[in-house]
């Protein structure tokens, strides 16, 4: 059974930064490409970040994140990392990751795009 767990979420003032974790069992999780996707309320789902399996093979960004937010992974320990800084009350939502198998080291913005999905974890900026 395939589980993506997100956490690190939690409430920061404008300017802070979070780091969120999504761990991954029940999946060969080095050859997944992992998604990162926010939903605000009222708000339709929307890519933040994507990384292919191989890491530094691909990794692509929104504009609304870019220079602020970073992706990364370590497959050894089945997990991937979004680094946000500079924090915007913007940035308010429910983050989610999410992954897919990839025959190549391609990485994808699409949710349709992914097949598994984590259950989101809260994060909240203050002004």
């Known amino acids: 059974q395939v589980q993506l767990v997100e956490s690190g979420g939690g409430l920061v003032q404008a300017g802070g930064s979070l780091r969120l974790s999504c761990s991954a069992s029940?999946?060969?999780?080095?050859?997944?490409?992992v998604g990162w996707f926010r939903q605000a309320p009222e708000k339709e789902r929307e890519f933040v970040a994507g990384?292919?399996?191989?890491?530094?093979?691909?990794?692509i960004y929104a504009d609304s994140v870019k220079g602020r937010f970073t992706i990364s992974r370590d497959n050894p320990k089945n997990t991937v990392y979004l680094q946000m800084n500079s924090l915007k009350p913007e940035d308010t939502a429910v983050y989610y990751c999410?992954?897919?198998?990839?025959?190549?080291?391609?990485?994808?913005?699409?949710?349709?795009?992914?097949?598994?999905w984590g259950q989101g974890t809260q994060v909240s900026v203050s002004s």
């Open positions: 999410a992954a897919r198998f990839a025959l190549y080291g391609s990485c994808y913005s699409e949710p349709d795009d992914y097949n598994y």
């Open positions: 029940g999946l060969t999780f080095s050859r997944h490409a």
């Open positions: 990384i292919s399996w191989s890491g530094g093979g691909s990794i």
